[in-house]
């Protein structure tokens, strides 16, 4: 991305460097990353390594712990809409909310990560593509909903993928999302430590403020934020604090804990970095 570029979110082309390799916006303070990458290079990053030691430590193994965040998401959505309605989620990795949600939509999705597509259409059964959003044909009928739980922060252009987003949902619609908060506290105390930065997988960073500019420029409105906490399993917390980057005495510690049950257990936790997103289509 160049430097010159308009802001995303209010198209503003002030902004200033922030932090090394981010530039934010002077009027909406949305943050982006200071690069471009060729979507050949792109598609790379979220290969089978990216769910196993890389990204994550094993993605597989969260999913109990993916599946306590997902009831309360799936329990938002049908208070907002009747059994059987539409979803299509942008971003489904291996499919592990699509497979909760089928019990109550009719449900189909897409991610860029043939690895993570492979998994949800062979192992759970579900209609999920490995093609780019963007490049996908329009519904024959429009959805009722559309997700994108830990994904906007991915997109080279969230704003493209919302416009069709909008395109291709029903008036009255529901958009559903989830990101870090980089205007939140833990966000400003760490600076440029914050655990949620790390391009080129996270490549923007939004405020409540700049994720709610965006939403009404694109015709949304009824926008409810929020920061629940987050279900994690406790072997992915303790990697992540112990592991990267590894040391001598930290690793230890961590081979440590894995010997004992402690880490197979799943906790809730919240820093308030993490916000959720509910907007409705206007018309």
Not at 78 to 93: D, K, T
Not at 248 to 270: G, V
């Amino acid at each position: 991305m160049s430097p010159s570029r308009e802001c995303i979110c209010c198209l503003s082309r002030k902004s200033t460097p922030h932090l090394k390799g981010l530039r934010r916006c002077l009027r909406c303070s949305h943050v982006w990353a200071d690069l471009d990458i060729p979507e050949k290079e792109f598609r790379k990053i979220y290969s089978r390594k990216y769910y196993e030691g890389e990204e994550y430590l094993d993605y597989g193994k969260e999913r109990e712990a993916l599946r306590r965040n997902f009831r309360a998401r799936i329990r938002d959505l049908s208070r907002r809409h009747p059994r059987g309605a539409r979803l299509f989620e942008i971003g489904c990795a291996y499919g592990y909310f699509l497979e909760m949600a089928r019990d109550f939509f009719e449900v189909s999705g897409c991610d860029i990560s043939s690895h993570a597509a492979n998994f949800a259409r062979d192992k759970l059964g579900l209609e999920v593509s490995d093609r780019e959003y963007l490049t996908l044909p329009s519904p024959e009928r429009p959805f009722d909903m559309i997700c994108l739980w830990d994904t906007v922060e991915h997109l080279k252009d969230p704003r493209l993928y919302l416009e069709k987003a909008s395109r291709e949902m029903k008036k009255g619609g529901t958009l559903a999302l989830s990101t870090g908060d980089i205007g939140s506290f833990a966000a400003k105390i760490r600076g440029a430590k914050w655990r949620l930065i790390h391009p080129p997988t996270h490549l923007h960073y939004f405020t409540r403020k700049s994720i709610r500019t965006l939403l009404e420029r694109l015709g949304f409105g009824e926008i409810r934020i929020f920061h629940p906490p987050f279900w994690r399993s406790a072997d992915a917390m303790a990697s992540a604090v112990l592991s990267y980057p590894s040391g001598r005495w930290t690793d230890r510690i961590y081979r440590a804990l894995r010997a004992t049950h402690l880490l197979k257990l799943e906790i809730p936790l919240n820093t308030w970095d993490l916000m959720t997103v509910y907007a409705r289509k206007n018309g």
